[in-house]
């Protein structure tokens, strides 16, 4: 059974730090790697997607990396910013289904 | 842009209701989801849709809950009888072959 791991569980930083939040899952039979961002009460909105076949992905001030045979995936925030505060979902499909994690809660403070 | 929409957004029932929560898919997607996230806990895979027939189903989804799609638009869940437990946020998602999960704003159930 796939489990997926997010360290750390919460983070708060100052506006404009560099950041990483770690993603780690058990059976690296995975299709695809997903990262979300989730605002309290809300919806979840998809920012990156990672294919099994490939190592990074990037977006903007996001980059997300993808080490499937070690079962890591790690997404670096450049300059921070207030309106990322959220709570960030690591997600992998393996079948039809995504197994998440619990979510790295971020703060940046102004 | 396309999105996926979702109907109620707040269903308030009594414990031994019959609920059902409706969702419209982003148009050309062929893959269709129901999640659940009960507060402060992990978003959990309840259910997979594909041509007209459920794919894949987690153990959460028994014999309570069942999913339909009475049209080309919607994709509905149902509950027969709610459980105190079964108060959580319902996502419903949708994807086309090869790409991401796009999820909908979510329906809060709550079951008093």
């Known amino acids: 059974k796939q489990e997926v791991t997010q360290i750390p569980a919460a983070l708060s930083v100052p506006e404009g730090e560099n950041l990483v939040l770690n993603c780690s899952f058990t059976d690296s039979a995975i299709y695809n790697l997903q990262w979300f961002r989730q605002d309290p009460g809300k919806g979840l909105t998809s920012l990156l997607l990672i294919q099994s076949s490939q190592r990074e992905q990037t977006s903007g001030r996001l980059n997300a990396s993808l080490d499937k045979s070690s079962g890591r995936s790690t997404l670096y925030i450049a300059a921070s910013q207030p309106g990322d505060s959220a709570t960030y979902l690591c997600a992998v499909r393996g079948g039809s289904r995504l197994t998440f994690g619990e979510g790295t809660q971020l703060t940046v403070n102004p | 842009e396309p999105e996926v929409t979702q109907t109620p957004s707040h269903q308030v029932t009594q414990m031994g209701q019959e609920v059902i929560l409706r969702c419209v898919p982003i148009s050309n997607h062929l893959y269709f989801y129901w999640y659940r996230q009960i507060l402060g806990q992990k978003v959990e895979f309840l259910v997979s849709?594909?041509?007209?027939?459920?794919?894949?189903k987690s153990e959460i989804f028994d014999d309570q809950f069942s999913v339909e799609r009475p049209d080309g638009s919607n994709f509905t869940l149902k509950i027969r009888s709610t459980k105190l437990e079964d108060s959580a946020m319902y996502f419903c998602a949708s994807r086309t072959v090869v790409n991401e999960q796009f999820f909908g704003p979510g329906t809060r159930l709550t079951v008093l």
């Open positions: 849709f594909y041509n007209n027939e459920i794919s894949e």
